[in-house]
């Protein structure tokens, strides 16, 4: 039994293998796990801020820093997030790419 592919079963698995390597490129851009981990981040910190007590602030001279600092975080991580949500990774196309001088 030998395994003959035509050229339309080849072209169909090419697309689907470029297919999946842009899923997983978009999956692992590192803005969305930046923002992700800053805007979980910033949730936690912002929280504390919140609930911090007078003797939390007396340490940092009246200043909440906690909720300043979560606040920021968060501020970053949507930025990181709105940046992905704006401009998205679009994977190089076959013709855009440099072709390897013949030799």
Known sequence: MSDHYSDR???REVTELEKNSATAARL???RRIIGGLFVVYGVIVTVAGLTA???DRTKTQ??????WTGLGM???GLFF???LWLRPLTPPTPAAEEKEPAE
């Not at 009246?62 to 909720?67: D, Q, S, V, W």
């Open 74 to 76: 968060l501020a970053l």
């Open 81 to 83: 997030l709105a940046w």
């Open 53 to 55: 007590s007078d003797a």
């Open 28 to 30: 692992f851009d590192i």
């Open 9 to 11: 079963d080849v072209q």
């Open 62 to 67: 009246g200043i909440n820093i906690n909720l």
